[in-house]
């Protein structure tokens, strides 16, 4: 099964920009690749997601600002996020999905700070 790591959290101001990584173990040109995120005291909730053909979505909140990417030869998916607002802080989870099988990796701590 695909192993996922993130990296690029940090303390950043707000309206700056930050750009998260997730690198995959193996190939990860047939899952679905998404990045959710679970802000203190709250749910973890999709931010967003590309599919293996390429599609997008996102929730409303990023809509504008952050931007999904996958390098299927790289074997690594991103998350650029720019115009960053004190309530984008959370801890952000790369996730790797197949039919009903999705796979997370361990997290990375992103804080915004007004």
């Known amino acids: 099964q695909v192993q996922l790591v993130e990296s690029g959290g940090g303390l950043v101001q707000a309206g700056r920009s930050l750009r998260l990584s997730c690198a995959a173990s193996?190939?990860?040109?047939?899952?679905?690749m998404g990045w959710y995120r679970q802000a203190p005291g709250k749910e973890r909730v999709l931010v967003a997601r590309?599919?293996?053909?390429?599609?997008?979505n996102y929730t409303e909140s990023v809509k504008g600002r952050f931007t999904i990417s996958r390098d299927n030869a790289k074997n690594t998916a991103y998350l650029q996020m720019n115009s960053l607002k004190p309530e984008d802080t959370a801890v952000y989870y790369c996730s790797a999905r197949l039919l009903t099988l999705e796979v997370w990796g361990q997290g990375t701590l992103v804080t915004v700070s007004s």
């Open positions: 193996r190939s990860i040109v047939i899952y679905a």
């Open positions: 590309i599919t293996s053909g390429g599609s997008t």
